[in-house]
């Protein structure tokens, strides 16, 4: 397969279904993405599809006058850890003869966003989908042979950390199955609030699940969609799913990217020199495979991508985007662009913030590495302090470290992250950390930095008071585990032991986003939820762990205070 020639001229007169064209999203500001990019959209045959298909009726976004980084399509040109888990990271790569080697190096770009488990599927030249996944990290899944068993030039790649559905092997993604017109391959990042519902119904009509992830319900609802072609069937699908998706689909002969109408998770695409479309979760994992930033694949947009070229067309309208702000401020690589912006950037600013809002007199300002680092950057420059490494982080403890019990948890954060005393002796410290989650680190971290003789320790925290959990792929624990729901400000820093405490405001956060503030999710932050979450959230009750309908098993009620359901 080679990659697609795009060089055939646009043609778009379509009112029904329309392609993804001149639609506006003026909140997509990235300088990135200033000049526009062209694509040379090849119109599907629509008068072939069932075109009543009301997603693809109504593609600009309703009530508002974003615009599209296309300035005219028209045109030729073309399990129970107790922190934020990290979400799923993955990749797509269409028309490179190293497809699955590629994948494997993007996926290593992305290996923070989920340590659980790893997988790839290639189109091999029979057009046989061959899959490898495994537990653990993309280091302990893939080696030569296998990748040398993932011929092809199409591929797509998953790193996963489960929302939905224990971790373990049959859970981990890309899954591929078959039904009766081909081979479907996907990998998900996000989550779906109404699982539980569909698979019910599912399983109800006769359906056998392979696997307990959300996930899995996607490739039942192709497979029994009525409509034709299967991209119809994709979006079929998609319209009966509800939260979270940035989703890559592969079949024999096409690389399908999705992203749910609220854009909650990021998705971008890039190209490489020979002309190999690749969709990844950030733009990392571009940059490590020499792929070039184009775009981001936008909130509601489908993008297919076969020998044909690229094809864009809506999956269907929303009125306003809801970005998870979570990314720019702990999911996210800072050398990564989401959401058109800097992560880097913005967590230098949140940090700038906190030094304005909430001054104190210190002599040194230190980050809890890693997610800390650019905030306490940003901080010490602002208030003219020395930004030194206090806490050294070990290179060999993951990113967060997934304990069952509270006390190995303890001497997890002491494993982690080790006070440099010749820093910290005799000194008022800063130190900035990007959240607190359930207190536990910030509390170790404070008696670490105390221990090797600071003077004074005050916390900074580069997000407002996390009180709500999050349904939209972000597996933090339920609201009722979450510190600050529990506790004030005053209550919190009296229980961490620092002698100060401050978060981001909210409000300032919102100013710095400007005319982009609305497009961003701040459930975690309000516990005001763009999408109801139908089903609740897993909590642990003593050492037995309760699971939803998200999770699994239920073995008892829900809190259903936990929940607030709001507007948009
Ligand atoms: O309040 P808590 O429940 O303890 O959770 C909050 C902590 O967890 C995250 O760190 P993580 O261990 O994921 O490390 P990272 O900064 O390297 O991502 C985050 O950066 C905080 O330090
Ligand atoms: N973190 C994610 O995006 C998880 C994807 C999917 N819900 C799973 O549990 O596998």
Known sequence: MAAPNLSSSLSLSLSNPKLFSSSSFSTFKPSTISHPTFFHHKTLSFSTLKTNHKTLSSCNNNNNNNTFPFTNTTSDQNDDDEKPREECGVVGIYGDPEASRLCYLALHALQHRGQEGAGIVTVNNNNVLQTVTGVGLVSEVFNDTKLRQLPGTLSIGHVRYSTAGQSMLKNVQPFVAGYRFGSVGVAHNGNFVNYRKLRTELEEKGSIFNTTSDTEVLLHLIATSKHRPFILRIVDACEKVQGAYSIVFVTEDKLVAVRDPFGFRPLVMGRRSNGAIVFASETCALDLIE??????????????????????????????????????????????????????????????????????????????????????????????????????????????????????????????????????????????????????????????????????????????????????????????????????????????????????????????????????????????????????????????????????????KPNEKEVKIGGI
């Not at 800072?334 to 230098?348: D, I, L």
């Open 291 to 556: 792929a070039k930033y184009e775009r981001e694949v936008f909130p509601g947009e489908v993008i297919v991508v076969d020998k044909n070229g690229v094809q864009s067309l809506c999956l269907m309208s929303h009125p306003q985007p809801k970005q998870c702000i979570f990314e720019h401020i702990y999911f996210s690589l800072p050398n990564s662009v989401v959401f058109g912006k800097s992560v880097y950037e913005s967590r230098r600013l949140f940090g700038e913030i906190l030094a304005t809002e909430s001054p104190v007199d210190c002599d040194v300002v230190i980050a809890v590495p890693d997610s800390g680092v650019v905030a306490a950057l940003g901080y010490a420059a602002k208030a003219g302090v020395p930004f030194q490494q206090g806490l050294i982080r070990s290179h060999y403890v993951g990113r967060t470290f997934i304990e069952p019990s509270q006390k190995i948890r303890d001497f997890g954060v002491k494993l982690k992250l080790s006070p440099v005393r010749a820093v910290l002796e005799g000194k008022r410290v800063v130190v900035v950390d990007d959240s607190i989650v359930r207190g536990t680190t910030s509390s170790k971290i404070v008696r670490l930095i105390k221990e090797a003789g600071a003077k004074e320790v005050h916390m900074r925290i580069a997000c407002p008071p996390i009180i709500g959990s999050c349904y939209y792929g972000v597996d933090t624990p339920s609201s009722e585990e979450l510190i600050s729901n529990r506790m004030s400000v005053d209550e919190i820093k009296e229980f961490i032991g620092c002698d100060s405490l401050a978060f981001l405001p909210i409000d300032k956060l919102k100013n710095l986003l400007g005319d982009d503030s609305p497009n961003f999710c701040y459930a975690c932050f309000s516990g005001v939820y763009p999408v109801e979450p139908t089903e609740l959230k897993a909590k642990k009750v003593g050492v037995e762990l309760l699971e939803d309908g998200i999770n699994g098993l239920v073995q008892g």
